[in-house]
T-cell receptor, first 112, second 116 residues
Framework: SQQGEEDPQALSIQEGENATMNCSYK?????LQWYRQNSGRGLVHLIL?????REKHSGRLRVTLDTSKKSSSLLITASRAADTASYFC????????????FGSGTRLQVQP | DAGVIQSPRHEVTEMGQEVTLRCKPI?????LFWYRQTMMRGLELLIY????????DSGMPEDRFSAKMPNASFSTLKIQPSEPRDSAVYFC??????????????FGPGTRLTVT
């Protein structure tokens, strides 16, 4: 089963609004990463947060991590039409299989 | 840097034919990953290599799939014989990994495979 599950599956907002996407996972992790995928393209890495970090910023992106709840959120502030894409969280477990496990993604549509 | 290079970008083949997908990772990266993406199953890890050695191939669907990494700059994913249910977009990604910790992955543009 998927390690990370994003919520919501789809999100439609107006340009300028903030977009928040959530990710839940099941097992202990070493790090959690967020990726963006534009239609027909490969995934692009956005941000990595380690298990001992609680919050991280990168430009208009803000990621939080709550290991007690096994959840993370990605906030995109002042969204733009160019932010329209699918967003995936990916987790790396701290034992056993060390490859990233991707969630099913959130499709974000930003209306101009 | 040219990024991760995959070829071909599109492949249409008939059921039963052999298909070979190719990947050139980013120079200096020591880990390489093959993924498959479909609408139904999302993004699935098929296999990953560390320092050219297969570490985890538990995601390879069945014996029809095989992957090799003969050197640090080249990998192949082969499907023989191909079936319609293999139709998907296949991505290759590379990254730096140390002490089993995988950092950000860089994805290629993908190969869209259609098996008729």
């Amino acid at each position: 089963s998927q390690q990370g599950e994003e919520d919501p599956q789809a999100l439609s907002i107006q340009e300028g609004e903030n977009a928040t996407m959530n990710c839940s996972y099941k097992t202990s992790i070493n790090n959690l990463q967020w990726y963006r995928q534009n239609s027909g393209r490969g995934l692009v890495h956005l941000i990595l947060i380690r298990s001992n970090e609680r919050e991280k910023h990168s430009g208009r992106l803000r990621v939080t991590l709550d290991t007690s709840k096994k959840s993370s959120s990605l906030l995109i502030t002042a969204s733009r039409a160019a932010d329209t894409a699918s967003y995936f969280c990916a987790t790396q477990g701290d034992t056993g299989r060390r490859a990233l496990t991707f969630g099913s993604g959130t499709r974000l549509q930003v209306q101009p | 840097d040219a990024g991760v290079i995959q070829s071909p970008r599109h492949e249409v083949t008939e059921m039963g034919q052999e298909v070979t997908l190719r990947c050139k990772p980013i120079s200096g990266h020591n880990s390489l990953f093959w993924y498959r993406q479909t609408m139904m199953r999302g993004l699935e890890l098929l296999i990953y290599f560390n320092n050219n050695v297969p570490i985890d191939d538990s995601g390879m669907p069945e014996d029809r799939f095989s992957a090799k990494m003969p050197n640090a700059s080249f990998s192949t994913l082969k499907i023989q014989p191909s079936e319609p249910r293999d139709s998907a977009v296949y991505f290759c990604a590379s990254s730096l990994s140390f002490d089993f910790i995988t950092y950000e992955q860089y994805f290629g543009p993908g190969t869209r495979l259609t098996v008729t």
